[in-house]
DNA sequence: TTGTACGCGTTATCAC
DNA sequence: GTGATAACGCGTACAA
């Protein structure tokens, strides 16, 4: 049984290709009767397209890619969702694409981008690290979402849609001193972190700072090497052990929600309670945060709305040929059960 | 700037078409000065290959796709992890194909294998419901992973990794059983499930047989129309409305992790102490079941195994070209602080 | 309304 | 070792 072309389905209702590629195609200029024959016959055949001819011959297909690095990320299946239903509301075709953990996602986009034609890209994660020229050989439209680029890729190059980190770790660890809190650790990403872990500890400088908060390096905690410092583990191995070394605090803040319940859980393994012996807060805003008992004092990200801006923004671009944007979105500080006022 | 193709590489450096690629392809009967030429040139001027254009040329590229369902589903994401890096030790492509939640994934499959020329497939979740006459146009042997297809199926036609469903299930609530309790109440899947929501309620209602207790239609917990059963949401909502109702149990036996999660804090909500007022018990043994609090009872089904065991057995059928073979694997009950006996 | 012929970017098969 | 050239399967001018 050879693959069955659009040759073979041309040859047995007797009409030409172009037909056929009419009939598929939905396009105008075909008589009824024909269409029905030929469409019969591919659907006894079994005939299915070969996207990689109908790719190489298009010049712009109305898809857009979402490029995910991290698939395991929870942050990243809501924003998938509002991206995917948006994207179809819009009869544009959707295309995830998972990058893996050490890929260069913009390599990625590169390819996707001659192979399917692409008329628009979202980055969800990833994204640092690119040079301005590997940037510039997009020819797509693109958003960061989430993420960031560099600081010298010039702002009109590209969209990008997420919130100030800085500031919004400021939000949350000023809450914590505001309540009395002053040895607040921090669960950290790499100390060499040049994204959000790094403006998610500058916000904690500054807010301690704010308070009159001597900052002590002793209570930033970082992973050890080759560990994902959002990881549930991280949170777990690094308060364990902080514990266990006799570090001295009464609230965490954590990177992640996810590094979060690694906190949590690790306290509670050595018989603490949460929040009566310490206050634990996390980020992001994920799902888990409400169904976690206690459930988890965070920093919730607009996900949804983000999401939405991000496709508008994305568009503008595309059909109206608009500006590059840089929207900032606010978060929102979701009061939990894990978080107590000091006496 | 227009897309440099493989012709302009060749102009610039004053070669044949064949010649590039060969560069490309690392073809033997080449040149080492011309090809270090030709490598320069295309790092000069950014050239990418086009997919489609490769693909649509290939008769086999060694490729193999996993079709995953339900990019949220956390109980995937472990498997994903141990097949990419079992496909990529193998030196073979990998691509991970997001499919909707009401998409057809065979329909997809059918598609990428045309398209990418795949030389194997895997398929993570779905693939129910499906004819015999679909599933024989797939030409490239493929493994269900975690998922079976319809009894009807003749077994030769494919390979599948599962664990037993009825008999885990039996596992879980004999178990229950054998701690004292009797009003064990099962958060369930859609009352027409015809996969392992069906199996996994079959293994309690045999539980419950080989105890002497008698099957009580109450105490299962069907999800409101629409709703994901396998959600923290559906979880706590139905656990919530059957104790609001005064629902009787000492225990609760959910179908998925994620669902006990949803139930746990549900009971948390109303005021209940978990394991000490209800236990909850769990299903599939994700990551998070270690880190909640408290720790869930349940079945870790051994997913590094399965995966491992479904790349063993495509890799089989594509180069040893074996049998399409049926492993079932033995899950694990994972005792952990949310079940308590009875005294 | 329909059919023919060309080209999309690549790789493989030949000759040279 | 290298360069033409014929496919791969499809969409689309263009002609009919």
């Known amino acids: 049984m050879e693959t069955v072309t659009i040759k073979d389905i041309a040859r047995k209702c007797k009409v ?19 269409k029905k024959k030929i469409m019969d ?28 690095k991290g698939i395991a990320n929870p942050f ?22 998972h990058v893996e953990e050490e890929g260069d996602e913009v390599k990625a986009a590169l390819e996707l981008e001659k192979e399917k034609k692409l008329c628009g890209i979202i980055f969800l994660g990833g994204a640092l690290g690119h040079s301005e020229e590997t940037i510039r050989q997009l020819r797509t439209p693109f958003v960061m979402c989430t993420t960031s680029l560099n600081e010298e890729i010039p702002k009109e190059l590209y969209s990008s849609v997420k919130i100030n980190d800085v500031q919004e770790a400021y939000r949350m660890v000023s809450y914590l001193c505001s309540l009395g809190h002053k040895k607040i650790a921090m669960v950290a990403a790499r100390e060499d ?37 959002y990881s549930m583990k991280n949170g777990y191995d690094t308060v364990r052990k902080f514990i266990e070394c006799g570090g001295q605090a009464t609230a965490f803040f954590v990177i992640s929600d996810n590094a979060a319940f ?76 894990s978080v107590r006022a000091l006496v």
């Open 16 to 34: 030409g290709v172009s037909t056929v590629s009419r009939a598929i195609n939905n396009h105008p200029d075909i008589n009824p009767e024909t």
């Open 193 to 229: 972190d040049q994204a959000v872990g790094k403006m998610r500890l500058q916000g904690y400088r500054n807010a301690l700072a704010d308070y009159g908060i001597p900052f002590n390096r002793d209570l930033i905690l970082y992973p050890v090497k080759g560990e994902d410092p």
């Open 41 to 68: 016959t591919i659907a006894e055949c079994n005939y299915i397209p070969n996207n990689s001819a109908r790719n190489l011959k298009r010049n712009e297909s109305k898809t857009i890619a979402v490029m995910i």
């Open 76 to 97: 990243f299946h809501g924003i998938v969702k509002v991206l995917e239903s948006s994207i179809e509301k819009k009869k544009y075709g959707f295309h995830l694409q």
């Open 262 to 337: 690694g906190a949590c859980k690790a306290l509670w393994d050595m018989g603490k309670k949460i929040p009566d012996d310490y206050s634990v807060a996390g980020f992001d805003g994920i799902d888990m945060a409400k169904y976690y008992c206690p459930s988890l004092t965070t920093i919730k990200q607009p996900f949804e709305e983000m999401g939405k801006e991000a496709i508008d923004i994305l568009f503008d671009l595309i059909e109206e040929s608009g500006e590059n944007r840089h929207k900032i979105f606010e978060a929102e500080l979701v009061e939990g059960q």
